[in-house]
């Protein structure tokens, strides 16, 4: 089942995005909120996504222009909280990580 | 067919997190999808707290809870263990019953239980 | 209503905030209402399992001790992770008996074949 990793935390301040990415299976997705935003370059996201380049990471725009939060990176998925609704219901499950 | 979708609010009124939330209700309310429920637990039951004084310049988290219990029938059930645990209870003195905000549903966790079974999709923030 | 399987995730310790025995209070009613549920041990979650823990030394009411009524509600499914036990240096010495350690990737397989997950 795929599953939808809310992380709502910074990963340089707590386990949070350690936590999500000891969990996450290859069919998983990621979605940056909040201070999760912050983890746009996190250097241990991004050699998550070099080691998978398939997974998907999604991150609420309005949440990372506001924490002046940017990345170059082609993977991460811009997104709103209407693309959230669809991405819960297109997932399994969900889990919060915080 | 509709789709149906559960929150559990754990993050208090003070909080952004709590904005966001509100948000993703409001983005469900517009969307069609059906909200069968708002569960507040752990601090999340502090957002229920009727006399919380919030400087007018700054995000009036209740206000908007009322408002999407009241315009789009949006229900909010409280945890009262974990209310009561807080200060938060439907049963006061005489002058004044209750310090919980009547947008409120004071409920149990059995509650929970409904949610989590009745809605396609549940999200805890 | 649909049958659904119930994961609740604890990843905190168990003393300084309420969370843990928030989420064991959740567990037993989705429990007593005959759902099925699972409990999951992760990161510093498996800090509440671990055994000689003494929380009345430290003015706790020890809710630890409910752990052991699990079973009464038909929540059999306990599981730690146990690279989270090697991390920190812990053995499998629990204060309950039906505790299955798995490796990081079964742990999380198993999460994944839950519906519902609410994480602590």
Known sequence: MAMLHIIRDSGFNSSALTQCLSMNLPQDSILLMDDGCYNLNHPLLLAAIAKQPALKVYFISLHASARAQKSNNTSFISSTLDDVLELLFSHDNSITWS | MQNTLALVVTTPPNSNLTTTAVNLVKAAVEKGVAIVGVFFYQDGVLNAAKHLSIPNDEYQTLQHWQQLNREFDVPLYLCVTAAEKRGLTDELGKNESSNIDQAFTVSGLGELVELTCKAERVVQL | ?120
């Open chain 3, 1 to 120: 209503m649909a049958d659904k399987t119930i994961a609740i995730v604890n990843t905190q310790a168990p003393f300084s905030n309420a969370d843990g025995k928030e989420a064991l209070d959740a567990a037993l009613i989705f429990g007593s209402y005959e759902q099925a549920t699972s409990l999951f041990f992760l990161a510093d979650g498996v800090f509440q399992v671990i055994g000689d823990q003494n929380a009345s030394a430290i003015e706790i009411k020890d809710y630890l001790k409910t752990f052991s009524a699990l079973t009464f509600y038909d929540i059999e499914n306990i599981y730690v992770c146990q690279q989270s036990l090697t991390e920190r240096n812990l053995t499998a010495n629990f204060h309950i008996d039906n505790i299955q350690v798995l490796t990081s990737k079964e742990f999380s397989q198993r999460l994944h074949q839950h519906n519902v997950i609410y994480r602590f």
